[in-house]
C-alpha cells in the first residue's frame, strides 16, 4: 500500500512563495501519475496539477503561469512551486498517487495565503 506524505504547507503572504513536497513509499513511483489537489473551506476538492510517468504536465487555469509541479523518481517525491501566491489559493493541499485505476491520497498540508 502506498503511503504518502506532504510537506511545506505554512502561512504565506499574499505575492510570496512556497514549495510543496510529497514523498511516497513504494516502489514503483516512477510508473505513478502524480497529483496535487486542494480543497477550500466549504468547497469541493480541486486539481490543482499532475505530472504524469511521462513528465506531462497539466494545470489548472487558476494556477498557470503561478505554479510548477515536478517530480525527482530517485526520491520518490513530487513538488508543487507555488508563486505569487494569492488568498483564493488558501487550502488543503492534498497529493495524489495513481496507477491505472488503483490511487491513493495523502493526509494533506494546509496553506494559508493571508496579510
Known amino acids: 500500500q502506498v503511503q504518502l506524505v506532504e510537506s511545506g504547507g505554512g502561512l504565506v503572504q499574499p505575492g510570496g512563495s512556497l514549495r510543496l513536497s510529497c514523498a511516497a513509499s513504494g516502489n514503483i513511483f516512477g510508473a505513478a501519475t502524480m497529483g496535487w489537489y486542494r480543497q477550500a473551506p466549504g468547497k469541493q476538492r480541486e486539481l490543482v496539477s499532475l505530472?504524469?510517468?511521462?513528465?506531462?504536465?497539466t494545470y489548472a487555469d487558476s494556477v498557470k503561469g503561478r505554479f510548477t509541479i515536478s517530480r525527482e523518481n530517485a526520491k520518490n517525491t513530487v513538488y508543487l512551486q507555488m508563486n505569487s501566491l494569492k488568498p483564493e489559493d488558501t487550502a488543503v493541499y492534498y497529493c495524489n498517487w495513481k496507477v491505472g485505476s488503483i490511487d491513493a491520497w495523502g493526509r494533506g498540508t494546509l496553506v494559508t495565503v493571508s496579510s
Open positions: 505530472i504524469t510517468s511521462s513528465r506531462k504536465t
